[in-house]
């Protein structure tokens, strides 16, 4: 039987890093929560794994034949979950009735649409998928006030400072006398690295990050400190601050997750070890507070904490982050799209690491007076960026 206080939840992008540490979170809480749906673009066989273990109403994968594979298995181990398929079964799932919180965990310009649906179904909002914030900000944040739906980030940085805001202030930091964000970032593990030696560096490396374990485009994202980058981006939608207003903090043992500076001179900062479940937690059971199976932070053990300027020589990506948020427009959504397919292109060998910046920049230099005022707008601006990102790739791969 169904308690009252159970909350029905869609896990969009079940399959990935994210997904799989939100359903490690709902199996510590069966009184808590219920999984209405899990989502997945093509690895039928770990969903098939997570339907048999949490039986959803629905389960949505992205092509037919996956699908068929997955009815025939379900069918065979007697589960009664139905089985979808495609992009619009995604916004279903999203937005049902029944549905009480969604986590946004698809990774990429592909969560854009679902991410929305929920945002316009008025649900409570989990939001990893940053890409939809990068994309669409004001699209998104105008869709959250029409509904009142309730937006808790995942991402660990957005987290900390919502935590550091006082109730009711995450949109008007102005009024919560907030002077300064203050992103921290790990630096990648080239933080330190001889800068000849990035010239050779292999998706393998890149993907190796120091502190957390993640999927591999932001693992490439985190090394080139555009995940930082997007994250800048990520914090001026979620919390209403100006670039200016936003710093970032080279930190390399990932325990403070972010701060927030107030104009008294206070900075209030999280804490914790790096480990996604903790944000996804603090978000699932918000206001509440939940048992995550994360480790006691072991202050005694980490013995000190360093902090460093970011060398924008060393990470040109953050530098055209920035630089895209100033710009506004469609420089954001061109950024994030040229990005995507220079990281594909690296992870396919394709391009070397160092050209995943010189993809971007010419792009960038092309978005000047582009408008996005409407979500088609904003998907156009999007396919052709990557028209331009790979007629540069071409040139690059050469
Ligand atoms: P991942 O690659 O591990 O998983 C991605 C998920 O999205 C998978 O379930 C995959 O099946 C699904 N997916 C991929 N392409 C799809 C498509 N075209 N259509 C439908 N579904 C698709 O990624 P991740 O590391 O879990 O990251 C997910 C999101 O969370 C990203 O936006 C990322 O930036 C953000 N995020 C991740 C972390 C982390 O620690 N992993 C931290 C902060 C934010
Ligand atoms: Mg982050």
Redesign the pocket.
């Known amino acids: 039987m169904r308690q009252p206080a159970t909350q029905r939840i869609t896990v969009?992008?079940?399959?990935?890093?994210?997904?799989?540490?939100t359903l490690d979170v709902v199996a510590r809480h069966p009184d808590r929560f219920e999984v209405f749906a899990l989502?997945?673009?093509?690895?039928d066989d770990?969903?098939l794994e997570q339907v048999l273990r949490f039986s959803p109403q629905y389960a949505?994968i992205?092509d037919v034949e996956a699908a068929q594979r997955l009815r025939v298995a379900l069918a065979e181990a007697g589960s009664r979950t139905e089985v979808l398929c495609g992009?619009e079964a995604?916004e279903q799932v999203a937005a049902a009735s029944d549905v009480d919180m969604v986590m946004?965990?698809?990774?990429?310009?592909?969560?854009l649409r679902?991410s929305l649906a929920a945002a316009r179904a008025g649900k409570k909002v989990l939001l990893?998928?940053?890409?939809?914030l990068v994309l669409s900000g004001q699209i998104f944040m105008d869709a959250v006030a029409a509904s009142g739906a309730v937006l808790l980030p995942?991402?660990?940085?957005h987290n900390a400072v919502f935590q550091a805001l006082p109730a009711g202030y995450a949109r008007a930091p102005g009024r919560a006398g907030v002077r300064r964000v203050l992103l921290t970032a790990s630096g990648g593990p080239f933080r330190a690295a001889p800068i000849a030696e990035l010239a050779a560096v292999t998706p393998e490396q890149a993907c190796a990050h120091p502190n957390?374990?993640?999927?591999?485009?932001?693992?490439v994202?985190s090394a080139t400190m555009m995940?930082k980058g997007?994250?800048v981006i990520e914090a001026h939608w979620l919390f209403g601050v100006p670039a200016e207003m936003i710093e970032v903090v080279v930190h390399r043992q990932s325990v403070i997750h972010s701060m927030v500076e107030y104009v008294d001179g206070s900075v209030l900062a999280q804490l914790g070890n790096p480990d996604?479940r903790t944000?996804i937690a603090h978000a699932m059971a918000w206001p509440e507070r939940i048992e995550a199976g994360v480790r006691s932070l072991d202050l005694f053990e980490i013995a000190r904490l360093d902090f460093e300027r970011p060398d924008f020589q060393r990470f040109p990506c953050l530098g055209l982050a920035f630089a895209a948020l100033r710009a506004g427009g469609a420089a954001p959504a061109v950024l994030n799209a040229a990005n995507e397919e220079a990281v594909a292109a690296f992870l396919d060998r394709r391009i070397a690491y160092l050209d995943i910046a010189r993809v971007i920049e010419p792009c960038l230099e092309r978005s000047a007076g582009v408008a996005v005022d409407s979500l088609d707008a904003v998907l156009a601006v999007d396919a052709q960026a990557r028209d331009w990102a790979s007629a540069q790739i071409q040139t690059l791969s050469r």
Do not use: C, F, Y
Not at 212 to 219: D, L, N, T
């Open positions: 969009l992008g079940a399959t990935g890093s994210i997904g799989q540490s989502t997945a673009h093509r690895q770990k969903l949505v992205g992009p995604l946004a965990a698809i990774v990429g310009a592909a969560g679902p990893a998928n940053k890409e939809a995942i991402d660990s940085e957390w374990v993640m999927g591999r485009k932001i693992s994202d995940n997007l994250e996604m944000p």
